[in-house]
């Protein structure tokens, strides 16, 4: 039978993909992409964006069951509304939960009342709202006066940067295959360009921020394999790098090849598709291990 433990990971899986999606790929329409363009992209991801609302509400609604069951090892608590409620007045897993509900039912607004033209601009302020949310519990929680600050602020920016990378992807590859258009190739190949800019921006922060959260949680490198936590995150970094690797190749070695051969816009296409595989896989490790022990207890 599967354990609530395992049951939650698969909830904060979902939320933080859908979160970093609605975040990443928003900000990116709102602010880099020319305005007739960014309509026609954002149309196009009607059914991603329907599914990443439809996760974070799913998520978010069932985290709060799923949390009383591991606090009381009993699946039973799961239907247990007085056991949610004493979670949700008096703990900062409750305090937690209502900020990711209060950010829930933002994009959820900004999805069906903001007007079209607004959609980018709304929905990024409360995709970025949600985001901030995770900081509110979890391992970003374990410290406190300044040293929590720095570490909340951290896990922010963190996700945030992360999301910025990631989230874009979606509508990166929605937009390659609109260089060869007569109409929008031009708007096309600017928004690509401005994407690689902000991406080594976006790149360079998550690598960073990641590294302090390292070592605000663990004290320094994850060298001891005994402890899952640490392997897991070393697997993370891996995948990581190679996402990094493969970013620059896009970069370097296919996008100047774009004006020339036909052939690049598919292998370009092709490796944003791998850099979203290895984004799923990334986002998947640390929905794991961040319900682990950091360190040997
Ligand atoms: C594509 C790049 C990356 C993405 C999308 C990403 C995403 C995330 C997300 C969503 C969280 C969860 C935040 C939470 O629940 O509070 C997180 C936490 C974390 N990330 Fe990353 N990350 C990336 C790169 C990195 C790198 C390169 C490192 C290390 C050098 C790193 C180390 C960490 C650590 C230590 C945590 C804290 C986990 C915990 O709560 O114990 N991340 N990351």
């Known amino acids: 039978m599967i354990t609530p433990e395992t049951a939650y990971i698969g909830c904060r899986f979902f939320f933080d993909i859908a979160a ?24 196009r991801q009607y059914w991603f964006q329907a599914i990443a609302i439809g996760c974070t509400i799913a998520a978010t609604t069932l985290a709060l069951p ?45 999805y069906i ?15 970025g709202f949600l985001l901030t949310s995770l900081a509110a519990s979890g391992h970003a929680a374990m410290n406190t006066g300044w040293l929590g600050a720095l ?21 990166v590859a929605f937009i390659l295959p609109r260089l060869s258009d007569r109409r929008t ?56 790098l190679s996402m990094t690797g493969l970013a620059i190749f896009n970069r370097y070695v296919l996008v100047p090849k774009l004006s020339g051969r036909h052939g690049a816009v598919a292998a370009l296409r092709i490796g944003t598709v791998v850099e979203i595989v290895l984004a799923l896989a990334v986002v998947g490790l640390v929905a794991w291990f961040g319900t682990l022990e950091p360190v040997a207890v």
């Open 20 to 43: 970093l999606y609605l975040w990443g790929s928003s900000a990116y329409l709102w602010l880099l992409v020319s305005a007739s363009l960014s309509g026609n992209i954002w149309t």
């Open 151 to 171: 570490h909340r602020g951290n896990d922010i920016v963190h996700v945030l940067a992360g999301g910025a990378w990631v989230g874009a992807l979606i509508p």
């Open 185 to 240: 190739g031009r708007d096309a190949a600017k928004a690509l360009v401005r994407f690689s800019t902000a991406g080594h921006v976006a790149v360079g922060v998550v690598l960073i921020s990641g590294v302090a959260n390292m070592f605000l949680i663990i004290g320094g490198l994850p060298l001891d394999w005994s402890v899952e936590y640490q392997f897991l995150l070393c697997l993370k970094i891996l995948l990581v």
């Open 113 to 127: 009342a903001a007007p079209l033209r607004l959609r980018a601009a709304t929905m990024t302020i409360a995709a």
């Open 66 to 110: 799923f949390r009383s069951a591991i606090l009381s090892e009993d699946w039973a608590r799961a239907s247990d509304f007085n056991a949610m409620l004493d979670i949700l007045s008096g703990t900062t897993i409750g305090t937690a939960w209502m900020c990711q509900a209060a950010g829930t039912a933002a994009i959820f607004l900004a």
